[in-house]
């Protein structure tokens, strides 16, 4: 039987299992307890970028704090995370959108990013040979990047485990447990158990579990679609475009 835990952590996505690593290796007594299989809603979808450019500046440190870690996470976790550090391409789609894309470049540089305005087709297609001969303009970040969301949760996950966390998927929480306004653990099927600290990490089931406490937390949901595996082309960049609303990546498997 395993010990009570110090923290439980409801959600088996990028950020639950990502809290079990860190918890786990600084000894605290931790368990994961995720719906399905790991990384099976969100952050099995995600984008998955490690994007700096573009980003409101309040969400600027954190991630400049993340191109950091993510150049020795695989390290880390003792796993391949497809990590790749290939750039960013926001594109312009007509002319009307190159201002967007130029305020982009003068932000981000602002900011002290490494980025660049292309201005021509040329330009652009010299750094994504594979792209359509009509883009107008893009702005380039070469620092950002991205990695395989699934292979990601799964290294975190195992490396949690290592540590000695425990981690059970197929395990839905039902409720959260509370006296008053704090939580003192979930009821899952036919138990019940009870730490110190409760994670809530559960995405879209997130307002369900808060909202016997009277907390609200808004969703907006964005649909991710993933093709099956397209040799060429290869696109090695993360794409993006001016107005927002569509971003495109190739996972090294070759799946869009």
């Keep these: 039987m395993n010990p009570r835990p110090d923290v439980i952590i409801i959600g088996g996505g990028i950020s639950g299992t990502a809290t079990a690593w860190e918890l786990a290796q600084h000894g605290v007594r931790t368990t994961l307890l995720e719906a399905d299989n790991l990384a099976s809603m969100a952050s099995g979808w995600t984008l998955a970028g490690v994007r700096q450019s573009g980003r409101h500046p309040a969400e600027l440190p954190l991630a400049q704090a993340a191109i950091k870690r993510w150049a020795r996470l695989a390290e880390e976790l003792d796993a391949a995370v497809e990590y790749r550090q290939d750039g960013n391409l926001r594109l312009a789609l007509t002319e009307e959108d190159t201002p967007t894309i130029r305020k982009v470049v003068e932000d981000g540089t602002s900011a002290g990013i490494e980025m660049r305005f292309l201005g021509s087709n040329d330009a652009v297609r010299e750094i994504a040979p594979t792209l359509a001969p009509d883009i107008p303009a893009a702005s380039w970040c070469p620092t950002d990047g991205h990695a395989n969301p699934a292979e990601t949760v799964r290294a975190f996950a195992e490396a949690a485990r290592r540590a000695g966390a425990d981690i059970r998927i197929a395990t839905p929480v039902r409720a959260l447990r509370y006296i008053g306004d704090r939580v003192t653990g979930v009821e899952i099927d036919g138990e ?38 397209v040799e060429h082309p290869q696109l090695r960049q993360v794409l993006g475009q001016a107005q927002g609303g569509v971003a495109l990546r190739q996972q090294v498997s070759g799946h869009f």
């Design 192 to 229: 019940v158990l009870e730490a110190d600290t409760v994670v809530v990490a559960a995405g879209v089931y997130t307002p369900r579990l808060l909202a016997p406490l009277g907390i609200d937390v808004p969703l907006t949901l964005v649909p991710a679609i993933q093709t099956v595996p």
